[in-house]
């Protein structure tokens, strides 16, 4: 079996899932609310904590730009809203409370949006940052025979006293999703790593910790894989999910409370790891 040199074995040695409804698939996003419930998923019938009549269900991806299909979700954890991006309706905030999502953008700068894929909000200033993977194709063309992906993807920020959207980045290859650390904690670990020189581990411990899931593509096999690491693009540990996603790329790997939730665009569930 093909393995990189560099995995190790991991931590997180106890897997449980969690089911999704029958026929539902793709939970690529996770998110918890600021009081911990969760986990909150995205499906391919375009759901996240509402119920459309016509889409209920479905695994169609032609219903796409039917019925949606949103792709990440992050919390703004004072208010407790949650924004989400849909790869055809662009950015969504839904309200503490619930109800139906607002359609806050569907362009940048004059651009439309084609497949926006992830979103992350500041938590000290409630900018909401997020991608677009491309201003030429679609998330309906990603399966198309003789597709080939494009460097037009974009990063672009929502600015909640304007309301206005500002691209931040352009020239992306298929961007995916942003993580935001904030300045403050970028400065607390360098003052901190130069004053005492505290091993990986310990930095490993602070903030500004990001989780990255990859892909590598053996002779016949796609072998999904995890990545911690730091601030500074340092790497602190390295995850194998082979055993529960074989053959299977993973698309989101979400830390909450010592548990990794881990989910993919084409399983019926979410993975649980823990210590």
Same mark, same amino acid.
């Given at each position: 079996m093909f393995l990189p040199s560099f995995i190790l074995s991991p931590p997180y040695s106890l897997f449980s899932k969690i089911q999704l409804q029958p026929r539902l698939t793709g939970p690529e996003s996770v998110a918890f609310d600021p009081m911990g419930g969760g986990p909150y998923v995205v499906v391919t019938d375009g759901r996240v904590l509402k119920t459309k009549q016509l889409c209920d269900g479905i695994t169609d991806p032609n219903l796409g730009p039917t019925c949606g299909r949103p792709l990440?979700?992050?919390?703004?954890?004072?208010?407790?809203?949650l924004y989400m991006v849909d790869a055809y309706r662009g950015l969504h905030v839904v309200g503490r409370n619930g109800g139906r999502a607002t359609q806050l953008a569907t362009s940048a700068e004059g651009t439309p949006f084609r497949l926006?894929?992830?979103v992350d909000v500041d938590q =000290?200033?409630?900018v909401v940052?997020?991608?677009d993977s491309s201003t030429t194709f679609e998330l309906i063309n990603l399966t198309q025979p003789n597709f080939v992906p494009d460097s037009t993807g974009g990063l672009m920020k929502y600015d909640l006293r304007t309301k206005e959207v500002k691209v931040l980045l352009r020239g992306l290859f298929v961007a995916v999703g942003p993580a935001v650390v904030s300045m403050a904690a970028k400065q607390?670990?360098?003052?901190?790593?130069?004053r005492s020189g505290e091993s990986k581990q310990d930095q490993e411990d602070t903030s500004g910790r990001f989780l990255v899931n990859?892909? =590598?593509q053996g002779p016949t096999l796609t072998y999904p894989q995890?990545?911690?690491f730091d601030a500074f693009g340092e790497v602190l540990l390295a995850m194998n999910f082979d055993e529960q996603y074989y053959n299977t790329s993973i698309n989101v790997i979400q830390e909450h409370n010592g548990l990794l939730y881990v989910g993919s665009r084409v399983v019926d569930f979410v993975g649980v790891y823990k210590n």
């Open positions: 990440a979700l992050s919390f703004n954890l004072v208010t407790g809203d926006l894929n992830g =000290t200033t409630g940052n997020f991608s607390i670990q360098l003052r901190s790593f130069k990859i892909a =590598t995890g990545l911690r």
